[in-house]
């Protein structure tokens, strides 16, 4: 018996992805001369990603609270995780 088998974890998020997402998308629009081919997006996603604190929830309150918070270093933690990973993919793309 396994953990998967046993509970639905499909309830819990990472909202620090989600933040991760919206931020990498307003910067990719944002930025000129920038690959925006599917390798280096999610070069891009999985290097802001490693770089951010988690941020977990699994319930609705929890999601609730999370889209209302008003703490800024986390955003802010988020945005220069998002703008130093366009700036190492950007220097170092996974592609010819």
């Known amino acids: 018996m396994s953990l998967r088998e046993d509970y639905d974890f499909d309830g819990l998020v ?3 992805e989600r933040l991760v997402l919206e931020e990498l998308e307003s910067q990719i629009r944002a930025a000129t001369d920038l690959c ?9 996603a999985a290097y802001a990603l490693n770089n951010t604190r988690p941020a977990y929830r ?3 309150m929890g999601s609730v609270y999370a889209r209302t918070s008003t703490a800024t270093e986390p955003l802010q933690d988020v945005k220069r995780a998002v703008h130093d990973a366009i700036l190492r993919v950007k220097a170092n793309p996974s592609h010819d």
Do not use: A, E, Y
């Not at 925006?36 to 891009?44: A, E, F, G, N």
């Open 58 to 60: 699994v319930s609705l």
């Open 36 to 44: 925006t081919c599917q390798d280096c997006v999610l070069d891009m």
């Open 14 to 16: 990472n909202d620090s």
